[in-house]
T-cell receptor, first 118, second 112 residues
Framework: AQKVTQAQTEISVVEKEDVTLDCVYETRDTTYYLFWYKQPPSGELVFLIRRNSFDEQNEISGRYSWNFQKSTSSFNFTITASQVVDSAVYFCALSEAPTQGGSEKLVFGKGTKLTVNP | EAQVTQNPRYLITVTGKKLTVTCSQNMNHEYMSWYRQDPGLGLRQIYYSMNVEVTDKGDVPEGYKVSRKEKRNFPLILESPSPNQTSLYFC???????????FGQGTRLTVV
């Protein structure tokens, strides 16, 4: 069975600090996809990134970066120089690779609430 | 603009009064699904649909029904809502093979 664990329930930092959100996953599949979503206080889900299991290259997008390590089954998310607008709940999710007749269900972690204080 | 539209955004209802939350997508996606979000539990899949007239249960289907008569619409039906169905609901659609889900804006349901 697939499982995503976000061990950090809540994190509080002061603006401009760097912060890393941890995500550990479990799957028996060799092909799968990993995601990060942001949920601001307004409630919508904002897609941040998708990674497939064959691409372990780290990615950087502005202040955001992601570290994917298959050896430790982790897909961590780092915000550099955090800002108040980064305050949100962040979800890590896992999906099987689509197969004929298979579900494309996303399995979510329980989320990490990040508060960035001015 | 590609989008998934849910209605209503907010709903307060009483126990036992049937309700429907609508979901519509304009991307011609085949795969659609419903999730509920509860504090400390993350998002869990309720039902999904691979195509028109093809639906199946997700992880937490009890108390819910769905239908898929048209490709663009995937309503969530609560025949007899109960307080434990108070939650934030999300509809999502996905193009097969892409694995990227497009989410609606969410429906916050309160059952009293």
């Amino acid at each position: 069975a697939q499982k995503v664990t976000q061990a950090q329930t809540e994190i509080s930092v002061v603006e401009k600090e760097d912060v890393t959100l941890d995500c550990v996953y479990e799957t028996r599949d060799t092909t799968y996809y990993l995601f990060w979503y942001k949920q601001p206080p307004s409630g919508e889900l904002v897609f941040l990134i998708r990674r497939n299991s064959f691409d372990e290259q780290n990615e950087i997008s502005g202040r955001y970066s992601w570290n994917f390590q298959k050896s430790t089954s982790s897909f961590n998310f780092t915000i550099t120089a955090s800002q108040v607008v980064d305050s949100a709940v962040y979800f890590c999710a896992l999906s099987e690779a689509p197969t004929q007749g298979g579900s494309e269900k996303l399995v979510f972690g329980k989320g990490t609430k990040l508060t960035v204080n001015p | 603009e590609a989008q998934v539209t849910q209605n209503p955004r907010y709903l307060i209802t009483v126990t036992g009064k049937k309700l429907t939350v609508t979901c519509s997508q304009n991307m011609n996606h085949e795969y659609m699904s419903w999730y509920r979000q509860d504090p400390g539990l993350g998002l869990r899949q309720i039902y999904y649909s691979m195509n028109v007239e093809v639906t199946d249960k997700g992880d937490v289907p009890e108390g819910y029904k769905v239908s898929r008569k048209e490709k663009r619409n995937f309503p969530l039906i609560l025949e007899s809502p109960s307080p434990n169905q108070t939650s934030l609901y999300f509809c999502a659609s996905t193009f097969p093979g892409s694995t990227e889900a497009f989410f609606g804006q969410g429906t916050r349901l309160t059952v009293v």
